[in-house]
């Protein structure tokens, strides 16, 4: 998998609370410590802040210090913290979007997943959108500004090479409820409906939870599950206030649980294509095609 900065900054700040805690020392005594070892500017709210990954960029001299508090001095295992925070320091193409798409969270962990769960209830989600639908959902949202219209599109679409069957990209799984695909525009609908039919492989597919199958478990709002190989997975939700990430094992494994409910309540992929090939129209038949008169 592609490295994710998030997901190494999200890593390193786990590692370094359980080094903390392994060693036995509180945020207070580290930053005593630390002073000690003439690193002036710590403090326990510091620590804190690191710990709970709320850094933009870790220093690298502040890791070193720390790993040197906790006692860390194999040379591998101090590697690899050093990897993570250089990792972790990286700018990839999605901070030069930083004026439409804030932090783009989500969007720098997705390159790190093994695998992406979404549940989709009225939107076809951002990974399997078309360029013109894409757009049409943007403006829907409120946005006018022409310039950000587009640049929010084009991060959109940046967002989904991650898609590509040439990448080493996640496995992909969408359940998406049939009032998403009725809410597509018409004049939209069809091209849409075509790439959701056209896009599906082994790895990537696309299930649709019918309305006859009447209230469902995610009646409350839809989600993004995250699985990492290395590292304890996440649930990503968005409503208009904020966009939220969990990494809580508890919430993890309810939103798991909600995920599970609702794919038994899906139609298979096979039933998905062949719903979804009912929702387009029909091609003109033959016998209906007349010439115009020479006349």
Request: with cysteine.
């Amino acid at each position: 998998m592609t490295s994710s900065p998030p997901l190494s900054k999200r890593r390193l700040s786990r590692l370094l609370r359980e080094s903390r805690e392994t060693a036995g020392l509180t945020a207070d005594q580290v930053t005593e410590r630390a002073r000690e070892l003439g690193a002036t500017r710590w403090s326990a709210s510091k620590i804190t802040r690191l710990e709970r990954d709320e850094w933009v960029r870790p220093k690298l001299e502040d890791v070193e210090v720390l790993l040197d508090i906790y006692g860390i001095s194999d040379l591998s295992e101090r590697d690899e913290f050093m990897r993570l925070a250089k990792e972790a320091r990286q700018k990839r193409w999605w901070a030069s979007y930083a004026d439409v798409i804030g932090q783009g969270e989500l969007t720098g962990l997705e390159p790190g997943a093994s695998r992406i769960r979404d549940v989709g209830l009225t939107v076809v989600p951002g990974l399997l959108q078309t360029q013109v639908y894409a757009r049409a959902v943007v403006v829907g949202g409120g946005i006018v500004d022409q310039e950000e219209i587009d640049r929010r599109v084009e991060a959109r679409m940046l967002r989904q090479r991650i898609l590509d069957p040439q990448a080493d990209g996640p496995t992909y799984w969408c359940i998406l409820d049939e009032a998403a695909l009725r809410k597509i525009p018409v004049e939209l609908r069809e091209q849409q409906i075509q790439h959701l039919i056209t896009i599906q492989r082994p790895d990537l597919r696309v299930q649709v939870l019918p309305d006859i199958a009447g209230l469902h478990a995610a009646i409350a709002g839809g989600f993004t599950i995250l699985d990492f190989a290395e590292d304890s997975g996440l649930v990503y939700t968005e409503s208009a206030a904020r966009q939220q990430v969990l990494d809580d094992a508890n919430d993890v494994e309810a939103f798991d649980l909600v995920y599970q409910y609702v794919s038994a309540s899906a139609l298979g992929v096979q039933e998905s294509i062949q719903f979804m090939e009912d929702l387009l129209p029909d091609p003109p038949s033959q016998g209906s095609m007349r010439c115009n008169p020479t006349t």
